[in-house]
């Protein structure tokens, strides 16, 4: 069974930093994409990055270009977000998903199969 397990939400002050993890299980990293997704309030779901899990070809969102890094730990089957220089337009609940169809560099939700429940990150000023 396909699992995705979201941690490292929290509070953090306008400027600060946060490192989110997705620990996936029930496959190994191979040729497929993990993605970070974010829903704030009343909004729609937006892609933010999404990482080859292969060779690590990475991309991001322009809202998050340069404050953001993604990348993966293949030992641990888990992936990264390094969030840096947070913005309150950050806040959100931020999820990880998983297309196990391959690397095809999208961040549309409609191409992930497997979700986790998501990690609350507030960004206050």
């Known amino acids: 069974e396909v699992q995705l397990v979201e941690s490292g939400g929290g509070l953090v002050q306008v400027g600060g930093s946060l490192r989110l993890s997705c620990a996936a299980s029930?496959?190994?990293?191979?040729?497929?994409?993990i993605g970070w997704f974010r829903q704030a309030p009343g909004k729609e779901r937006e892609g933010v990055s999404s990482i080859s899990t292969s060779d690590g070809m990475t991309v991001y969102a322009n809202s998050v270009m340069d404050r953001f890094t993604i990348s993966r730990d293949v030992a641990k089957n888990t992936v990264y977000l390094q969030m840096n220089s947070l913005k309150p337009e950050d806040t959100a609940i931020y999820y990880c998903a998983a297309d196990l169809a391959g690397w095809g560099g999208s961040l549309r939700s409609a191409h992930y199969d497997y979700w986790g429940q998501g990690t609350q990150v507030t960004v206050s000023s």
């Open positions: 029930g496959f190994t990293f191979g040729d497929h994409s």
